[in-house]
């Protein structure tokens, strides 16, 4: 049960951090060196996100349980979860 809650804490920190990520991203419009890593830290930060959903399923996790942590319908889990087995 405690590694369930940690994988689901991990999972909401990575949301976090690509929020402040996207807030980043649309601070920087009109310089295009920032810009672009701006852009780059979020595709990172995304990709964590999807990375410890993955983690915290294999963990247990459940994925109404996950829904409800990313603010998002069970179907978009689900499709994160098949997207790596494809």
Known sequence: MRARRREL?????ALRVRRRASILRDGCRHRTVD?????????????????AVRT???AGVPVPALAQAL???????????GARRS
């Open 35 to 51: 810009r672009a890593l701006a852009e780059q830290a979020y595709l990172r930060a995304h990709a964590c996100v999807l990375d």
């Open 9 to 13: 804490l991990a999972v909401e920190e």
């Open 71 to 81: 603010d998002v319908s069970a179907v978009s889990i689900r499709r994160i979860l």
């Open 56 to 58: 915290a399923h294999r």
